[in-house]
Every structure is written in C-alpha cells, then in structure tokens.
C-alpha cells in the first residue's frame, strides 16, 4: 500500500512549493479524497497532489536541472508525463482504432505473447506454447497466479472469452478476420489454451501478440460496447487505470501485483494538447516528458545546450507511412487513371525536403523498405505533371478556358480531410493543394478534431480524400486494410477498394507457411497497389522522439524503442516527483 503526496525536484535543498492558490485547491481536493480508505485512498491521493503539481508546473527551479548523470542504477519512483494532440477514443482494445486509445490501452493489458526489441516473439500472459508439427494447432500454457487489477484470478476462461468476443458478429471490431480463421478453440483446463485452423494460417501465432486478453467475469453476457470498461478499465498489465478527464489527461499508476514484478515508474499520465506548437512549448519548458518532433524541431530549434542537457533525441525509421487517401465510393476517384494523374502531379521528394528536412524516404506501398517482403521493382509514379494532365484528358476530363478540368460540366474539385495539430499533415496538404491547382485541380483542406475525425469521418466513409497515416504489423498480411470485405463502418477498408486478385493475394500470403510463396504473393500485391493508386503513397517519415535524460533502460532496437517501457527506470537522485510521507 502507497502512502504518499508528491514533492517536486529541489531548490537549494528544500522543496519548490506549489502557488498558494494551487495549494488552496489541493487542500479541498485532499478532503474531497477523504471518503476513500485503505489503497484507493492513498492512491487517489498521490495522483491528485501529482497532477495538481503539474498543473502548477511544481514552479520554477532557480537552478536548472541536472540530468543524465551517472547512472546508480534502477530505483522505484517518479512518473512518465507523455503528451498528444488526441485524446483516447475507447479503452476496450477491440473496440479501439486509433492510436491515442491502443497505445495507452497497451499499458493496462497483456496478450498472451510479445514481441521482443529484436521482433522475436516470446511470452506473456502465456509462458510458452508449442505449435503442431503440421502447423494448424498452437498450443498455450498460460502464466499461474496472475491477477486481474481488481484481485480476480486471470485463467484460459479469458482467453476464450475474448476469442468468442472477436469472432462474435455483433463485435464493432476491426480486428476480427485473423480469429475467424480458427476452426476451433478451446480451454480444456485453467492454464490451457488451445487453437485449431483448419488451414495454413501464416501468421497464426503473431496474431496473438496482436490480442489483448479481456476480463470475462466483468463483461461475460453484457454488451461490449456499452461497458463502463471503455472508461474504466481492468487489465492485468503492468499499470492499473487510475484517471480520465476528456480531452486533458489519462492517469495511470503502477500495479503493484504485476506478475513480471512491479515497474520502477510509480505511474504514467497522458496529456491531450491542442496542437504541436503548444506541445513543444511544453517540451521546452521541461513540463512534458517525451513527444515526438517534427523534422525542423528536431534539427534546428532543439539545438542548443539547454536542450541537449535536458533530452535525448533518437532517430529511426518505423513501421509506417503517411499516404492521402481516395474514397472509391466517389465517381470521380473510381477511374484508377485518375488517381495514377494525382499521384503523378505531388511531387513527393518536395515535400520530404520541404516538410521533413530530408529526414525521411518516397514511400511506394504498404511496406516498410528493407523488409523481406518489401518490393522496390514497383511503378514509381514519379512526378510528371505533363503526364498527369493526359492521363486526365483520357479518364474524360477537359481542361476549360480557366485552367480547370471539369466533366459534365462539373470543375475537378474535393477536399482533403486531415487531422487537426498535425502541422506535418498540414503542410503536407497545402503542397499537395498547390501542386494539383498548378494541373487544373481545386483543392479545399479541412481539419477536424481527432476524436471526431475518426468516428465520424473516417469510421463512417464520410470523406472525398484523407490524408491520414498507418502503423504498420511486422507481418505482411494487410487484410484488414485491402481486403474488399473489410468496408464496414469502423473497419479498415475505408476507401473501400475491390480488386478481386488484391483479394486473392491476400488470401494465398495468409495460408501458407512457405516464405517464398508469400514473398512472391505480396512483391505481387504492391505492384498492383502501384498500379491502382487506391492510395498516393507519400512518405515514410523518420520517428524523431525526444525523451527526458532522466529516464534510463532506453535500448532503441528494430523494434523501435517503446518495446521495453516497463524497464525504463529514473535514478533516485534525478527524480523529479516522488512520494513522501503525508
């Protein structure tokens, strides 16, 4: 049990004292949390004087900070202050497309394995497992004396239950198609789980890397999508739900019964800021502990002692891409000529070094360069616009005494739809805009709120061209994406692309184990995805973090450098919020 209040970093030796008004109201939120007893009181009481001191930004140090000293080694302690411009949508992971929501959702709970930093799969929830000789039937042993974060006991009853919940039609998920594909599952004991496919399912046993396991004694029989879970969750995971106040911040603290032993980080608090700049401001000032920059933050207004004293910046190329995308259900997007015309007026090398400062790549497809199964024979679609502009006139399209290409009398014009905050995503658009009105294209941009950008738009298809980006899986199997099945409200699909051999390749690479059978059917899925341009690929954006010198057990790997969050520690002498008596 944690007794505690929160003091912040110190001032010649003596603690910086919060605003007096800030301590008037810390007061009545101390009464407020009296009602409480035993652990919940004294944990509702740390993450209150904790987030009272970061609203008071816990003043202003005379001397400034003093971190990436030697290490002394882990020590339990302070917290993680991340930030994004959006706020969670759900936090039930089948439920959940958005980032903002898997991300922090990844925290409260486990699946049955893991990826390593290395991409090698090894247990989590389940300790080990075995896979038939023939390759259909995986076998789980599953972790004894794991607790739910309310005391119940975790069992293979779970499991199934959350297999049942992602095969069950009634489900909103997008998700579901790599579970439909088990013939059968089944617990035939507390600590076993077994699934049978009744063909080769290439990526069978990553797809359950990709499951977070759900609590069946708290939701068995109800309706998912109507759970005070998606509010208040219980996992198993390393942190244990704390707080949510919309569009502000999500409160984490650490689960003390977690079965890989506590995490060195007393908690986690994620903070919704309105846009980048007020973000970085942020950063700068020492309020927030990580975020990632953009390119000319990274490269330029970060270059300075104080900075480099205070953060350390990583770079590496992730698994993903920034694309703008063409709802099919819309006449003129229909004609693959048109898009292929789009694709060739954006000249994508303007905007990586315009928009990123170099630091990042073309993007040609789905795939991250370098892996095995990424073709780099695909159609290019290079910047053309004398091509782009025939290729209009042969998809019907005529130039008018304006400039304007119109047909049936009706001017080429659409808007791009984006996020707001994402200035990358901003400046991205306007040169997309101003290189398609140079053809003959008029081009609106309209930024949303991302909580309503993604339920109400791109959930429901209500969108002409989105530009938007993927995380991709380390698998190749993108059938949630491309797949023509997948077009359903709050699926993937939702430019609804049909191309039935993009259907039958995703088919052929999911069912089979042979390697080479796979790569050959995903070289062949990008150069149809080239072909067709359902997509202008655009770029794969270099992940630039900066995360405070405080924290340590930071190993950047393929993986990228989230994987081992759990390790990440502060020594005891650069914490910054830490408990003391009260």
Known sequence: MVHGGLACATQAGKPVLPPRETYRKMKNLIKISSSYSGKVRSSWLFFILALAFLAAGCGSPAKEPDYGGPDTGPAYGDLFIDASIGDASTLIPP???DAPSLSIASLIYNALIKYDGDLNLRGDLAESWEVSPDGLTITFHLRRGVKWHDGAPFTAKDV???????????????????????????APDDYTFRVTYPQPFAPALGSWASLNILPSHLLEGQDITKSPLARRPIGTGPYKFQEWKAGEKIALTYNPDYFEGRVYLNGYVYLIKPDQATMFLELKAGNIDRMGLEPLQYTRQTAYPKFARMYNKYRYIPFSYIYLGYNQRDPRFKDRRVRQ?????????EIIDGVLLGLGQEAYGPYKPGAWFYNPDVPKFSYNPDRAKALLNEAGWRQGADGVFAKNGKPFEFTILTNQG???RQRTGEIIQRRLQEIGIRVKIRTVEWATFINEFINK????????????GLDPDQYDIWSSTKTKPGELNFIHYNNPEVD????????????????????????IL?????YTFLFVPDALPAISKRFRGIKPAA??????????????????YTLSPY
């Open 422 to 424: 994402n200035t990358l």
């Open 559 to 576: 993986a990228g450098i989230d994987y081992n969050f759990t390790k990440w520690y502060v020594p005891k002498g650069e914490q910054k």
């Open 341 to 349: 015309a789009l694709t060739l007026a954006i000249n994508k090398k």
């Open 530 to 534: 080239a072909e067709d341009q359902p």
């Open 461 to 472: 298809s209500q969108f002409e061209a989105v530009l938007l980006g993927w995380n991709t």
């Open 160 to 186: 199934l239950f959350t297999y049942r919940v992602m095969v069950d039609p009634k489900t909103p998920t997008a998700y579901s198609g790599d579970y439909l594909q088990v013939k059968k599952a089944e």
């Open 95 to 97: 439920l959940a497309s």
């Open 504 to 527: 039958k390749l995703l088919e052929e690479g999911r069912h089979t184990f042979d390697k080479e059978k796979r790569r050959q059917a995903y070289f062949r899925l990008q150069e």
